[in-house]
């Protein structure tokens, strides 16, 4: 079982940053595709980023690319979201997850993602 952490979250005006982090821990030997997804409230969660949890092949949701980064520290157990140029339309809970799936095949499917984080609230203020 892996167990995800996440932070980083919190307010900020439009235009503004911020950098999320999921530390991950326990069988983390098990996890080969790593996500960043967010849930709007009574919307279903959906994809942002995706990378392999040794990094390389970044995916992005349109509605993100070109604003928000995916990067690892693979010595940290560590996935990283940098989020820039924020908007408020950006304003949702943020979850890290992990899939021992390909990313190819993982992409954004909720379902192939067996390990999540808590969340951490991202709001973002016009």
């Known amino acids: 079982q892996v167990k995800l952490v996440e932070s980083g979250g919190g307010s900020v005006q439009a235009g503004g940053s911020l950098r999320l982090s999921c530390f991950a821990a326990?069988?983390?030997?098990?996890?080969?595709?790593m996500g960043w997804f967010r849930q709007f409230p009574g919307r279903e969660r959906e994809g942002v980023a995706v990378?392999?949890?040794?990094?390389?092949?970044?995916h992005y949701a349109d509605t993100v690319l070109g604003r928000f980064t995916i990067s690892q520290d693979i010595a940290m157990n560590t996935v990283y979201l940098q989020m820039d140029s924020l908007k408020p339309e950006d304003t949702a809970m943020y979850y890290c997850?992990?899939?021992?799936?390909?990313?190819?095949?993982?992409?954004?499917?909720?379902?192939?993602?067996?390990?999540w984080g808590q969340g951490t609230q991202v709001t973002v203020s016009s």
């Open positions: 997850a992990a899939s021992p799936f390909d990313c190819a095949y993982s992409t954004f499917t909720v379902p192939e993602y067996n390990n």
């Open positions: 326990g069988n983390t030997v098990s996890m080969n595709c």
């Open positions: 990378d392999y949890s040794r990094g390389g092949h970044p």
